[in-house]
């Protein structure tokens, strides 16, 4: 049975709680405010009454909180976990301090991973004895609910200790994707950026309004990313594949590549554009009430997407 | 009853033939090739085959076809038309001289809409008598299950005519977005540039392969995307909104801006690198295939979206 501990039961961590239980590991989780582990199963079980009537709970909805443990103690917590995930403050010097704690008191076999999307393992891990079990494992908000990991070793990981994480990943359900090479923002915050880059721009220069703008990718662009990826969009938009495609259209695409919008897009104008197409949604009700349609939506669309059972290239042979 | 030319049906010409007729409109169809007019028929029956399973055929189905009339003639298949939807090929002078040619055949009332992607309404319609009623409505591939038309009037365009257009986009059922000012790309194409562009350059630069590239936009960035725009997804990630949001985290998404690629990604090697990724799927035959299980995902994806009845924000008042 994999064990898992979870260090930081915030939001990121105890959907991680939920979906590792879901898959039916064991999971302990530690928190520093005794209030946040005192309030985990009530949380937890929130969490299946509002993903189980979309199949996102599990197998087995019942006996899933019976698999989660609130622990105050953190060397209680991590003793015998085959994995740590750590979702803790996003601050250089409280992860460095964090994983000195956590190596020095982790099993030598156990793989420590930080949830974090901002710093990277070769900064918050390097030095420490047990650097070589360290990395990062980068979830999408909410994890039990959107699947992929990006998994971003350090120079100094062992392989196998990345390997063995992308398995349990997967077999808790989640699409692990392993960076090859670090880089700021890894693969997904890189691509949002340059979208919302250009996204700014637009709104901001006049072209188009933020309900215009937001409409263009939810029925159109968002239509086909929700079940494949940009590479095999441009593959299924020319006769002869995504090469024949960058050689008909590449041109155009380099061209309005060139001429798009960088970091100067990030404007207290722009900000304040955005904000006031959103001003009847920003109270903290109304954006908590909207989180919960957005979960609602995400668990809904999972459920769609998972009876689909369509063929997946990444698993094709021949790709 | 709205009546529809459709001027050349290729894929995109007999898609938005059958999405109009499936809103119940009357729709007639010119090509210059009269074998594809032949064909037309049935391919508009094997359209209401594939998509009737998803509730994507309209309230009528079996009616669809019958409101679809091929016309050999051009000047018969202008007459009376409420609005001309041209699909034909994207050279400028090919489309000037149709745009002249439809400008002196169809009636003086009539909106002239191109499908064009790359070519500006002001580059193909200037000088021309009814240069007023004149506009780009550009669709997405296929636009009878990609829902977003990008309008994009010239400077020279009445602004009633725009608004026109809209409402007859709007009750075909696709999500008409209405740009203020003509840009090269509109919205769509643009943002579809800088997520390329910077994919390319992961991939080539050795940070991701295609698969994982791929897996991180359809089991991550797709997910929000397919149900809520880029900029409602940020209001949704800080507690204050989206202005919250950008305060926060702005200056870390300008600096992962900052140092993404631009035009200088689409190289050989990457289309290489690309093309080798779908060896096995970019045959003509492979591709055929691989496009229809597209369109039955888009399809019920579709259909799935539609089932969920979702408030749509963009239609909320306090927006």
Redesign the interface.
Same mark, same amino acid.
């Given at each position: 049975m994999t064990e898992i501990a979870i260090v930081g039961a915030g939001l990121i961590g105890r959907s991680w709680a939920f979906l590792f239980a879901r898959a039916g590991f064991h999971v302990r989780v530690w928190d520093p405010a005794p209030e946040v582990l005192d309030q985990l199963g009530g949380d937890i079980a929130a969490m299946v009454a509002r993903t189980a009537p979309y199949g996102q709970a599990g197998p087995d909805p019942k006996g899933l909180g019976g698999r989660i443990r609130a622990e105050p103690d953190l060397r209680t917590a991590l003793r015998g976990a085959d994995l740590v995930q750590e979702s803790g403050p996003e601050r250089l010097e409280t992860k460095r301090a964090l994983f000195a704690d956590l190596d020095a008191a982790a099993d030598p076999g156990t793989i420590l991973a930080s949830s974090s999307s901002?710093l990277l393992a070769s900064a918050f891990a390097a030095g420490l004895p047990g650097a070589a079990r360290c990395l990062v494992g980068h979830p999408?908000?909410p994890p039990h609910?959107? &699947?992929?990991v +990006?998994i971003s070793p350090a120079p100094f990981t062992d392989p196998a200790v990345t390997e063995r994480a992308r398995q349990i990943y997967a077999a808790a359900g989640q699409?692990p994707?392993?960076?090859?090479?670090e880089?700021?923002?890894f693969?997904?915050?890189?691509?949002?950026?340059?979208?919302? #880059? !250009?996204?700014l721009r637009?709104?901001s !220069?006049?072209?188009? /309004?933020? %309900?215009?703008?937001?409409?263009? %990718?939810?029925?159109?662009?968002?239509?086909?990313? @929700?079940?494949?990826? =940009?590479? +095999?969009t441009?593959?299924?938009?020319a =006769?002869?594949?995504?090469? /024949?495609y960058?050689?008909r259209y590449?041109?155009?695409? @380099? /061209?309005? *590549?060139?001429?798009?919008?960088?970091?100067e *897009? $990030?404007t207290p104008e *722009?900000?304040?554009a955005?904000?006031m @197409? $959103?001003?009847?949604?920003?109270t =903290?009700d109304a954006?908590r009430a909207?989180?919960d349609?957005?979960d609602? +939506?995400?668990a #809904?669309?999972?459920g769609?997407l998972a009876g689909?059972a369509? =063929?997946s &290239?990444?698993k094709?042979e021949?790709?």
């Open positions: 901002a999408v908000n609910l959107v &699947p992929v +990006e699409v994707v392993v960076l090859r090479r880089i700021d923002g693969i997904l915050n890189r691509l949002q950026a340059v979208v919302l #880059a !250009e996204s637009l709104i !220069e006049g072209y188009v /309004d933020v %309900v215009g703008l937001d409409d263009t %990718v939810r029925h159109g662009l968002g239509r086909r990313w @929700a079940f494949m990826g =940009p590479m +095999e441009i593959n299924l938009n =006769p002869g594949g995504a090469a /024949d960058l050689m590449g041109q155009m695409m @380099a /061209d309005l *590549a060139r001429t798009a919008a960088r970091d *897009a $990030f *722009a900000a304040a955005v904000g @197409a $959103f001003a009847g949604l920003s =903290p954006i909207r989180q349609w957005r609602g +939506e995400l #809904a669309l999972a769609h689909r369509h =063929p &290239p990444s094709d021949n790709r």
